[in-house]
């Protein structure tokens, strides 16, 4: 009765054909356009019918109806769709997505992803090696930056805790103390710093932003100020984070003068690499990450520029050890029996129970294309973003913000009346691109001022798609202006 319903292998051919018929369909729909413009009304009317009807219909039928979904979505590979750091995906990621999807794996304990966790475990192990930490250390795959950060956090925690005061806080929480321990990150690093601060009890005021410099960059004498500072002050540095790659700039802070102040201080440090990682297979850029081989932990996303679709990250931990405090054992899952037996139950260093078996579409991507076309890839973004900032600057209409180091271009468009509200024009022109279709580019505010921002993601991209891009905003402001 419900043989059809599942992938056996005496409905294999059936599968087939289901999956024939949905990329078909993929195939006859994909929008050429970055974005349908819709708003948010016009869209909710697509899902107005049943969302579990009585009765099933045919698969036809419902990929008709998908159409829809498929038309109204952005489209990740289209060169004007260049707001966030959102990649279009590769090929063989997809066709690893078919297979992983299918086998349905769990990663939290052997049994049920016998083959799958141990080539994850061995791509965690390749990853150690390849930023140079030594042996003993570790690395778990995870759904991305926010849950990589939020783990060096609470593990940086930990190990603060547990030296000062020797305080169990698996058991008991946080101690008494706690109120004395502080984050220190700069002023650009990612949102998820003070997220995860609240998350762990200590709130937000417990983050410390340290001053950048002009290229957005954490500046070491700043940071060697806050420490003083917080010495004077009998308040306790329990992590550091510093970031290679930031969201809006690309920046990466100077992780090897960051490393001795943290070794100085005995703060823990961790590095969001969650975009910047990629330098590590740049041919000409790696040098970048310079020191990242002396931290405690990094975030890594492989849905940025490794091009996997979402979701793929992975966290590297210096100290295996510190894995302890993630493990909880339960009879029917991963009991302490295990350990004894040697038996890799993935649970034990990860915050997630049921987890997917996202390392595949990374092993598959890097076997297909192999390191060379990969490095190629990241320095080909690094071009396309040299590329558009030079555009800028010769452009009187607009304004560059700041010469880019990674993939990222922030500019403004320069009002020709000096009395135009600047904040205003830049605001507009972003969102009729976006309502008309025509290009998905980003937004943000620098020093109080809105700017845009463009985000070199797609090796497709050439030099002619930015230049007709960023005529096409000087085009849109110069009519705002006219209006």
């Known amino acids: 009765m419900f043989e059809q319903e599942f992938l056996t292998a005496k409905s294999a051919a059936a599968y087939r054909d289901s999956m024939s018929r949905a990329v078909e369909v993929l195939r006859n729909v994909l929008p050429d356009q970055p974005s349908s413009g819709k708003i948010p009304a016009e869209l909710a009317a697509l899902f107005a019918g049943d969302v579990l009807p009585e009765h099933g219909s045919s698969l036809d039928d419902v990929l008709r109806r998908a159409r829809a979904i498929i038309t109204h979505s952005v489209s990740v590979t289209n060169p004007r769709t260049i707001a966030h750091l959102h990649c279009p995906p590769l090929i063989a990621s997809l066709a690893a997505e078919v297979i992983l999807s299918a086998l349905n794996q769990s990663m939290d304990s052997f049994d049920q992803a016998p083959a799958a966790t141990m080539l994850e475990m061995a791509m965690a192990r390749w990853w150690c090696k390849e930023v140079g930490f030594p042996d003993g250390s570790d690395a778990i795959f995870t759904t991305g930056g926010t849950q990589s950060n939020f783990m060096g956090l609470l593990l940086g925690l930990d190990a603060c805790i547990s030296s000062h005061w020797n305080w169990p806080v698996q058991r008991s929480g946080l101690p008494p103390q706690a109120s004395s321990l502080r984050i220190l990150c700069s002023e650009v690093a990612h949102f998820t710093v003070e ?16 001053a950048v410099d002009d290229s957005f960059r954490m500046v070491p004498t700043a940071l060697a100020e806050s420490l003083e500072k917080l010495r004077r002050s009998e308040l306790i540095p329990a992590a550091i984070v510093a970031t290679a790659g930031t969201t809006d700039f690309g920046s990466v802070d100077p992780l090897v003068k960051i490393s001795s102040l943290a070794e100085i201080s005995g703060a823990w440090l961790h590095v969001d690499a969650a975009y910047g990682s990629a330098l590590l297979l740049s041919h000409r850029h790696r040098d970048k990450l310079r020191g990242i081989e002396n931290v405690d932990s990094i975030s890594m996303d492989f849905h940025k520029l490794f091009w996997q679709p979402i979701s793929c990250g992975a966290f590297l931990l210096r100290d295996a050890a510190h894995f302890r405090h993630l493990e909880v054992h339960t009879d029917y899952l991963n009991p302490e029996s295990h350990n004894h037996a040697g038996i890799p139950n993935l649970v034990n260093k990860s915050l997630s129970t ?130």
């Open 195 to 210: 997220k995860s601060a609240y998350q762990l009890g200590l709130g937000t005021d417990a983050v410390i932003k340290v």
């Open 354 to 483: 049921t987890r997917r078996f996202d390392a595949l579409k990374l092993w598959f991507s890097f076997q297909v294309l192999g390191r060379e076309k990969f490095g190629q890839m990241v320095d080909r973004t690094i071009e396309l973003a040299a590329y558009a900032a030079q555009w800028v600057r010769g452009n009187p209409a607009l304004e560059l913000i700041h010469q880019p180091e990674f993939g990222c271009v922030v500019f403004r468009y320069l009002p020709r009346r000096p009395n135009n509200d600047a904040d205003r024009l830049n605001r507009t022109v972003r969102e009729n691109l976006f309502s008309r279709g025509v290009a998905v580019i980003g937004h943000t505010r620098v020093r109080g001022q809105q700017c845009l921002k463009l985000t070199c993601m797609n090796p497709m991209t050439s030099e002619e798609d930015l230049a007709a891009l960023l005529q096409i905003i000087v085009e849109e402001g110069q009519k705002l202006e006219g209006a």
